[in-house]
Structures are given as structure tokens and as C-alpha cells.
């Protein structure tokens, strides 16, 4: 993940880390990183935690126009 140069590098993992009370191993991800797939998936889910935190996380409302579908029934006359 690449900033602008101008924008200061955001450390998410402590903010998150000050901002609540995690049991040992949480706090053990958070400070030394993903070991292994389980550990990258739910250190994304904590990532995603401290966007909402922050107000960051956007749900994408855009709808698709280009791929909308039909049924079987229009597909079938």
C-alpha cells in the first residue's frame, strides 16, 4: 500500500491497538504481524475494524448498468 508523498503514513495497528482492550493473541497479530493465511484473513478483518473506526469504510453503492441480467422467460421468446 502506497501513499502520496505528502500524506504521513497512518499506523492503523496501533491506533486499533489504543483504542481497545484485545485478548493476548490479537494484540500478538497486531504487533508482529500475519504468520500464516488464517492470521492475514482476521488481521483484514481488523483492518476493516479500524476503517469503520475511522469512517473510512464506504459500502460501493454504484450499480452496475452494464451487466444487468434478464430472466429465462425473456430469454426464452
Known amino acids: 500500500m502506497k501513499d502520496a ?9 496501533q ?3 489504543d483504542s481497545q482492550r484485545f485478548n ?5 497479530l497486531l504487533k508482529g504481524g500475519a504468520k500464516s ?14 476503517k469503520k473506526l475511522k469512517g473510512l469504510h464506504q459500502k460501493n453503492t454504484v450499480e452496475n448498468k452494464g451487466q444487468l441480467q434478464s ?5 426464452d421468446k
Open 37 to 50: 493465511l488464517t492470521d492475514s484473513w482476521y488481521l483484514g478483518a481488523l483492518y476493516l475494524r479500524w
Open 24 to 28: 493476548k493473541k490479537t494484540e500478538k
Open 71 to 75: 430472466s429465462f422467460k425473456e430469454l
Open 5 to 13: 508523498p505528502d500524506q504521513k503514513q497512518i499506523d492503523w495497528k
Open 15 to 17: 491506533e486499533l491497538l
